[in-house]
């Protein structure tokens, strides 16, 4: 893999650039004392890499994961997602960006209970407005892709808590989207199942997939091709890992 460029105020990303952050900060007034939570993150992230990013508690890897998912927008610095700059956008304009560009998947799986598997699946589509029959189809293709393809019609209390992720999983990637943000997605399950969501990862990133996942646990970072480890605020390492 080349090096990346530096980045300075006023050039725009390369093409093969999905996430570029430089000089991202954020701060929080919490009773009128001020928390510097980010204090100047630069990083590049290329389409179809898989990262992981660290931290202890109080590093900033939440406040970063909620900014590159626009979730919330930065104090200072920019946030360009596949070619666009991001961090100076509206609310209703980082919703449609969130929407169209990111997948999330999060610890606690945020399924309905009484939906279906393959109705879950479908709701970003819904919300779309997208017609039933194709949306159907799409979620139908995003659970085969993630090894469901036999429990669509289950409902989550009919599956374990490793297929509940994997319908999440399946969920984030029916609108086809630029990056799949993963926030501790492993944080509700044991050893075992871990290891079988891990290899899920693997082949949607052997098969293109721009990953993020944020997480506490060195063995399952070790799945990812490269780890950001975050300190007060700034990049501590950045390191490729061996395949």
């Not at 900014?67 to 209703?92: F, H, M, R």
């Amino acid at each position: 893999m080349t090096a990346l460029q530096p980045f300075r105020t006023g050039d725009t990303p390369l093409p093969d650039i999905v996430i570029l952050t430089h000089k991202l900060t954020r701060d929080y007034d919490m009773g009128g004392e001020v928390v510097r939570a980010l204090r100047g993150v630069s990083l590049q992230i290329r389409k179809n890499e898989y990262v992981a990013v660290m931290g202890p508690s109080g590093s900033g890897k939440s406040t970063f994961m909620n900014l590159i998912g626009c979730l919330d927008t930065p104090t200072a610095g920019e946030y360009w997602l596949n070619g666009q700059k991001v961090s100076d956008l509206s609310d209703d304009e980082l919703a449609r960006i969130r929407n169209k560009e990111i997948g999330f998947v999060f610890q606690t799986f945020n399924l309905l209970p009484r939906a279906t598997a393959l109705h879950n699946v479908e709701l970003p589509l819904i919300y779309a407005g997208q017609p039933a029959r194709e949306r159907r189809e799409q979620a139908a293709r995003a659970l085969t892709s993630v090894g469901l393809g036999d429990r669509m019609d289950h409902r989550p209390n009919e599956l374990s808590g490793g297929q509940r992720q994997r319908v999440a999983i399946a969920r984030a990637l029916v609108n086809q989207p630029s990056i799949l943000l993963a926030d501790e997605p492993t944080g509700n399950l044991d050893s075992a199942t871990s290891a079988e969501l891990m290899q899920v990862f693997r082949d949607l990133h052997r098969g293109g997939q721009t990953i993020v996942m944020v997480t506490h646990e060195h063995d399952i970072a070790a799945h990812a091709a490269r780890v950001v480890t975050l300190r007060d605020g700034v990049i501590a390492t950045d390191q490729l890992q061996a395949a």
